[in-house]
């Protein structure tokens, strides 16, 4: 999930681009690169590594081009390799191109274009794309436009582009499908910005342009900006205007945007609940949701899909549902329920969870849902994305951005959005009586503050940290509402520190993992819940009876489990169903901690990206 960014304008290109790249760099570091256009001249960079790294090896020198694409890639097709590094030139030099995205058909592309005497220099799929764009130029003598479109016909699979060209130096084109794609508006169409995503544009535009699937802009300075479908025919677009503000997209004092992420968990957590829940009355609203309330209330099953962490989310999304409104709740991989074909009825609920908005299987996934006559819903937290445009309703998470691979803010603002979700719908259909429900959306306006609590325990996480450096493998364990928190922890330590971590429902341990269990085996146990609470005392005694160390999360006061164990992360007691939220901060500091202090790059795990935009 490569990231691209473009410029056209009167300014000078190469510094807009190299920083937009660097803010890019959560979605690919395998290598970067960027081509600048002047006077029919075309200069081409690239380098394996990262950003940095590209600088470097670039010549100290003025670049007064004003046009210019640049790429920082996660390598798909063709290894981290100099010559599979983007841009890449076409056949005769003439074209440059940048793409996000994996187009499947390419092979038999390149085929063609080899028996037309095309020579290749990478092995990449993108590289098919900028000689085909050329090979339709030269045959049917078309501008460029035209032959971007008749490449694009051709292609099966998912693309975010920017094309140039030296005998075309006054035009940028970009064109989308799958993979994300924003243009920024500069004052009075002087200047346009093009990026994966809205974060590099922001510092000098938030007026913004989604393009939709199939669609190509062309962009020429003072002229607007021309929208069509990939057969030229033209399209209306909506400019969308995206607060956001630079803060939210650096470290700050903060030595890692993981961490910043970590500790804006207080204030993320606050927009994001009192976004959808009054301060004072127990009121809960979701905007756009009221025309669809009645089909919510009477939905016979909701079906969550999505991956990674938001995958998590849905789990304990379907205790919460299960548990408040007594709805039936199916939680599927993506990636899976996609191609399995599902059975969905009319009027199903396929609920999409994601961060990004543009997870490829999660949006797929949806996609699938609605043609076979689902609503489709959707919890993202990235405005603009195309499953919070493509989805009938969407409740957003106002967590900001997050730039850490590592999802955490994200994570906890979908678990509120999922409690108040599950009150709504419980408080609708009668399921949870009214006293209840106050209770919990009282628990839920403390939550910030708890959490700003267990926050506190930062630097006692990190001494018990320093303990587990030289482990190899690490089992999570944990039950209900808790178990998709050992999960999360477990992919949170595997995702950062490289280290292999299993989450497990504690009750599983004696049905296979506990023959693990023994001096360099620890267990973390998160042993809050009160409803299972001797049944969890029970799993820690058996592994304390091979041996093992255990780690336990514990609710303030506990004294039975905190006894048993070598070390304890003590949070702030609360209902059972929102103790998610709360035992999430300290398994992600823990985890955080074991990485730094083993040296690796948290805010960059080696072969991760932010958003995985391809398949
Ligand atoms: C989480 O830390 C990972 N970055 C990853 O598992 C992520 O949750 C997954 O790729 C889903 O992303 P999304 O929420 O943007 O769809």
Redesign the pocket.
């Known amino acids: 999930m490569c990231g691209i960014v473009g410029y056209i304008g009167f300014r000078k290109a190469y510094p807009i681009l190299i920083e937009g790249l660097r803010r890019l760099e959560y979605r690919g570091y395998d290598s970067a690169g960027i081509a600048l256009l002047e006077n029919g001249k075309l200069d081409v960079y690239k380098q394996v590594g990262k950003v940095l790294d590209l600088e470097a090896s670039i010549p100290k020198k003025e670049f007064a081009q004003t046009l210019g694409i640049a790429h920082t890639r996660w390598a798909t097709h063709g290894a981290a390799t100099q010559d599979n590094a983007h841009p890449h030139y076409s056949y005769s030099k003439d074209i440059a191109v940048v793409h996000n995205g994996i187009i499947e058909n390419f092979m038999l592309l390149k085929r063609r274009l080899i028996a037309l005497g095309y020579e290749f220099r990478s092995d990449t799929d993108t590289e098919v794309i900028v000689n085909l764009i050329e090979s339709e130029r030269k045959a049917g003598k078309v501008s460029l436009e035209k032959a971007v479109n008749r490449a694009l016909q051709q292609l099966h699979g998912a693309y975010a582009l920017a094309v140039l060209s030296k005998t075309e130096p006054e035009k940028l084109i970009v064109a989308r499908k799958g993979s994300p794609l924003a243009i920024g508006l500069g004052k009075s169409y002087e200047e346009f910005f093009v990026a994966s995503d809205a974060i590099p544009i922001i510092e000098y535009t938030q007026d913004l342009i989604y393009l939709n699937d199939n669609e190509v802009a062309l962009l020429e300075k003072g002229k607007k900006v021309v929208v069509k479908d990939i057969f030229g025919k033209l399209k209306n677009y909506k400019i969308k205007h995206i607060d956001l503000d630079m803060n939210m997209v650096t470290k700050g004092a903060y030595e890692h945007f993981m961490l910043k992420e970590i500790f804006e968990q207080p204030e993320t957590l606050s927009n994001t609940i009192f976004s959808h829940l009054d301060e004072k009355k127990d009121k809960i609203y979701f905007e756009g949701l009221e025309s669809l309330k009645q089909q919510l209330i009477d939905a016979n099953r909701i079906v969550i899909v999505?991956?990674?962490?938001?995958w998590h989310s849905g789990l304990i999304g379907e205790y919460l549902i299960e548990e408040l409104a007594r709805v039936l709740v199916e939680v599927e991989y993506a990636s899976e329920f996609r191609y399995r074909k599902p059975i969905i009825h009319k009027g199903d609920i396929v609920l999409a969870i994601?961060?990004?908005g543009e997870?490829a299987d999660?949006l797929a996934a949806l996609r699938y849902s609605k043609e076979q006559g689902a609503i489709t819903f959707a919890i993202c937290n990235v405005y603009g994305s195309s499953m919070a445009r493509e989805a009938d309703f969407v409740a957003y998470t106002y967590a900001g951005v997050e730039i850490g691979?590592?999802?955490t803010k994200a994570f906890t603002a979908q678990v509120a959005v999922l409690s108040l979700l599950a009150i709504t719908m419980g408080l609708e259909n009668k399921q949870l009586d009214e006293k209840r429900g106050k209770e919990l959306m009282t628990s839920l306006r403390m939550l910030p503050e708890m959490v700003a609590k267990t926050l506190e325990q930062d630097a006692a996480i990190q001494q018990i940290a320093k303990n587990f450096l030289e482990i190899t493998s690490f089992l999570y364990l944990g039950r209900g509402i808790n178990f998709p928190i050992a999960l999360e922890g477990a992919?949170k330590l595997k995702?950062i520190s490289y280290i292999h971590a299993e989450g497990y429902p504690a009750a599983e341990m004696k049905h296979g993992p506990i023959a693990m269990i023994d001096e360099n085996l620890p267990t973390l146990i998160v042993g809050t819940n009160k409803e299972y609470y001797e049944k969890i005392v029970s799993n820690a005694q058996e592994v304390k009876a091979r041996k093992g160390t255990v780690v336990a999360v514990v609710s303030a006061g506990d004294r039975e489990l905190s006894d048993m164990a070598d070390y304890v992360f003590e949070v702030p007691e609360i209902a059972d169903c929102l103790q998610p939220i709360i035992t999430s901060i300290p398994l992600h500091l823990f985890s955080y901690h074991i990485a730094v202090m083993k040296g690796c790059n948290v805010d960059q795990p080696r072969n991760?990206a932010?958003?995985?935009t391809v398949e």
Do not use: F, I
């Open positions: 999505a991956c990674g962490t938001s994601s961060q990004s997870t999660t691979v590592a999802s992919l995702e991760l932010k958003s995985v």
